[in-house]
Nanobody, 122 residues
């Protein structure tokens, strides 16, 4: 069975950092582009970042540029999201997703993780 399991969320102060991880199993990891999606309380899903099958191409939503960094380790079937300079508006559940095909665009999500909570508060 395909599984994406996020970890690394928690409580952090404004301006702080967190590193999220997503361990994948049940599918050929290197055959798929990946992305992060988040959902803040009372809001709709928001696309955060994407990465191609080999990590060569990355994309970020405008509000995350220069603060977040997405990467992957295909040997370990793991996706990462390094988050710096965190703001209260970054508070959300963060989901790891698998995309159809090896490229990020067009974004076609076919696999979802269970999510990990990130709370930015003083």
């Amino acid at each position: 069975e395909v599984q994406l399991v996020e970890s690394g969320g928690g409580l952090v102060q404004p301006g702080g950092s967190l590193r999220l991880s997503c361990e994948a199993s049940g599918f050929p990891f290197e055959d798929y582009a990946l992305s992060w999606v988040r959902q803040a309380p009372g809001k709709e899903l928001e696309w955060v970042s994407g990465i191609s099958w080999n990590g060569a191409i990355t994309y970020y939503a405008e509000s995350m540029k220069d603060r977040f960094s997405v990467s992957r380790d295909n040997a370990k079937n793991t996706l990462f999201l390094q988050m710096n300079s965190l703001r209260s508006e970054d508070t959300a559940v963060y989901y790891c997703t698998g995309l159809k095909g090896r490229t990020v665009r067009p974004v076609r999500i076919i696999y979802w993780g269970q999510g990990t909570q990130v709370t930015v508060s003083s």
